[in-house]
């Protein structure tokens, strides 16, 4: 089952702009993440942030979470056309183990 | 530092024939360990994970198996694949808690 799903599905954006992506979900969570897919290739784990965290910077990026609203949301600022990838969100649904993925949304960094 | 390595990168395969993709991680021990798989264009889906040698949980009924005879390798098996099992096969490790995932590069099969 899908427990996080993403929006919009896909972002067409310049560089230099930046890049909101949404992220939902359905049950209670310890943690939410974030991922990157280049096209083809395996996922790259980008943040991490707890529950009982509201929002969380690493370079670029910054995570928020909302545990009341069930909702998250990837900021990543001045984009770059390398930033051109899939980003999905995860949550652990309470589990220590599983982590379930949304469908993703398809970010499109044009030069 | 901790790698994980999936093989082969790309897989074609009749229908009927069998399947074994296998993945190892190095640089850790007793790592969770996790198949999943990626239709195109959409999300992830989990197949299987395991938490210790021969613990494996299923999370979709279907035409795959799955087997981690020893602490840091996990095998995906079917004995006869269907044209549904073409996809991108992704394997992942975790260690304990909340822990991020680790993925490989992934094998495209192609059932044909």
């Known amino acids: 089952s899908q427990q996080g799903e993403e929006d919009p599905q896909a972002l067409s954006i310049q560089e230099g702009e930046n890049a909101t992506m949404n992220c939902s979900y359905k049950?209670?969570?310890?943690?939410l993440q974030w991922y990157r897919q280049n096209s083809g290739r395996g996922l790259v784990h980008l943040i991490l942030i707890r529950s009982n965290e509201r929002e969380k910077h690493s370079g670029r990026l910054r995570v928020t979470l909302d545990t009341s609203k069930k909702s998250s949301s990837l900021l990543i600022t001045a984009s770059r056309a390398a930033d051109t990838a899939s980003y999905f969100c995860a949550t652990d649904e309470g589990s220590n183990y599983k982590l379930t993925f949304g469908k993703g949304t398809l970010l499109t960094v044009n030069p | 530092s901790q790698t994980i390595h999936q093989w082969p990168a790309t897989l074609v395969q009749p229908v009927g024939s069998p399947l074994s993709l296998e993945c190892t991680v190095e640089g850790t021990s007793n790592p969770n360990l996790y198949w999943y798989r990626q239709a195109a264009g959409r999300g992830l889906q989990l197949l299987f994970y395991?938490?210790?040698?021969?613990?494996i949980s299923s999370e979709v009924p279907q035409n795959l198996s799955a087997s981690r005879p020893q602490d840091r390798q996990f095998i995906l098996s079917s004995k006869k694949l269907l044209l549904s099992d073409s996809g991108f096969y992704l394997c992942?490790?975790?260690?304990?808690?909340?822990?991020?995932?680790?993925f490989g590069n992934g094998t495209r099969l192609t059932v044909t």
């Open positions: 049950t209670s969570i310890n943690n």
């Open positions: 992942a490790w975790k260690a304990g808690g909340y822990s991020p995932l680790h």
């Open positions: 395991s938490v210790g040698i021969g613990q």
